[in-house]
């Protein structure tokens, strides 16, 4: 019933903490969606406002969440509750609850197919996928069976559910510190193995050779929720796990960690999947399909390809547990905090919902016509979810933490709670710059202009 620290639970120690925002923050956003959102968006050029947005936007609002959440010891609607009562503030903690299970909702699917391709690889499929269009059609038969998907999707959200009632300590922050050092390592042979690759030159100009003429405002925006999307920012994600974390943490060291490893994740996925893509002449613009067809055909190319390939796709799967563990732990500390109910009912009650919300996404691999290519829209639903929820949603509540921090707990509020115990808060004036001139404007300009593409031209 009562929600002191010890029944919320908290980190064991400061490595710890690190490594669980940072499993949280590195999952699919960083192998499966920047690789191909960057090819849907010129290379480059969308790699250059991603990395401009990590650091003008990503981090301050990181550290605004770190301290919003450790100072309220709180889910994101209680944490607004507490600090600003009686206002309309605590709308924003529910969206973020609302978007937390969205988002959920459909990265569970993708996830259940990472773990559905542990199987095709331990089979041997991988043998007979060595073109693109072969690896493209079998991802195809597979992504298009209504009860591998569904049955994959509750599969996985069953695992969440069950490390997120083991609580915070118990269960994530142990696998993460174990298995994120060894997903680096395997990227870094794969890459290795991409760039040395026949034809691998002209993936990586396409990756490293800026063209602006390439530049659009849907372009843009999907950079900027791709960086927030990444570093599990705006939905209060950040807040939930700040509420765990000790008073003589250092905030502004922690989300630098946790920003420079997610940035380096995703910048060597695209070592990974860019120059294969084009060595293999597959379509840069393959959509949310793009890594189920570089990786087999990569692999195949490749001696231990076999082994590799059951390595990656279980490393894989254990990055995005680490992130739908951090997705579930938001409604579910909600529910804790708020509800007062326990633990266990929470989870399930939360799950249930975001099963039946994920249903639809994982329908739309080909299972059902409708949902695979939305009327009007001509998209997907699970694509179309994560415009809604990705990039709108959490720009919105990135830019209202940012306006929350700097005018309404107030700087000196934010940074008192940072410097607590006599931290010593190195970036003081410039994040007290960005955070109340930068970050909140520059996310409201890139939305001005995508409105005013979208209606005026
Ligand atoms: N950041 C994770 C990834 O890149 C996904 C994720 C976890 C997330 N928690 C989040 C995204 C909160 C947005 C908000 O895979």
Redesign the pocket.
């Known amino acids: 019933m009562t929600t002191n620290l010890q029944d919320r639970g908290a980190w064991g120690s400061r490595f710890g903490f690190i490594m669980a925002a940072a499993g949280?923050?590195?999952?699919?956003?960083?192998i499966w969606?920047f690789p191909y959102v960057t090819g849907q968006n010129g290379g480059a050029i969308f790699v250059l406002f991603y990395l401009f947005f990590i650091l003008l936007i990503g981090l301050p609002v990181m550290i605004g969440e770190f301290s919003i959440g450790r100072f309220s010891r709180k889910n994101p609607v209680g944490a607004f509750k507490l600090i600003a009562p009686r206002s309309g503030w605590k709308y924003l903690g529910l969206l973020g609850i609302l978007t937390?299970i969205s988002?959920l909702s459909f990265?569970a699917v993708i996830a259940g197919y990472t773990v559905g391709y542990i199987f095709k690889a331990v089979r041997g499929d991988f043998a007979q996928l060595g073109s693109a269009e072969a690896a493209s059609s079998a991802y195809e038969a597979f992504s298009a069976s209504p009860e591998l998907s569904i049955g994959l999707l509750f599969a996985f959200l069953a695992i969440t559910g069950f490390i997120v009632i083991r609580g915070v300590r118990g269960g994530i922050e142990k696998m993460a510190k174990l298995l994120m050092p060894i997903l680096f390592l395997l990227l870094i042979i794969l890459a290795i193995r991409s760039v040395t690759l026949e034809g691998a030159g002209k993936g990586l100009e396409f990756y490293l050779k800026p063209d602006f003429s390439k530049v659009t405002s849907s372009s843009i925006l999907t950079a900027l929720g791709q960086a927030?999307?990444?570093?599990?920012?705006?939905?209060g994600?950040m807040i939930t796990y700040g509420s765990y974390l000790s008073k003589n943490e250092d905030i502004g060291k922690s989300a630098i960690i946790v920003c420079f490893f997610d940035t380096l994740v995703a910048i060597l996925a695209g070592f990974v999947i860019l120059p294969a893509l084009f060595a293999l002449g597959a379509d840069p613009e393959a959509g949310p399909r793009l890594i189920f067809v570089v990786i087999p055909s990569l692999l195949n190319n490749m001696p231990g390809g076999a082994v590799f390939g059951i390595g990656f796709f279980t490393l894989l799967s254990i990055a995005?547990l680490t992130?739908t563990v951090?997705?579930l732990e938001v409604p579910v500390a909600y529910f804790v905090d708020e509800w007062k109910w326990n633990r266990k009912k929470s989870v399930i009650i939360s799950i249930g919902i975001t099963f039946m919300l994920g249903i639809p996404s994982a329908l739309a691999g080909g299972a059902v016509g409708f949902l695979t290519s939305l009327p009007k829209l001509g998209i997907d639903f699970l694509s179309f979810m994560s415009i809604v929820f990705?990039d709108f949603s959490?720009s919105i509540g990135a830019c209202m933490v940012a306006l929350f921090a700097a005018y309404r707990w107030g700087i000196k509020n934010t940074v008192g709670e940072i410097e607590r115990e006599g931290v010593k808060f190195t970036y003081k004036a410039i994040w007290t710059f960005l955070i109340r001139f930068i970050t909140p404007i520059l996310i409201a300009a890139v939305f001005i202009q995508v409105i005013y593409q979208t209606f005026f031209s």
Do not use: K, P
Not at 24 to 30: C, D, E, H, Q, W
Not at 228 to 235: N, Q, V
């Open positions: 949280s923050a590195i999952g699919l956003g960083n969606r937390g988002i990265y927030l999307f990444s570093l599990s920012l705006g939905m994600t995005a992130s951090s997705l990705n959490l």
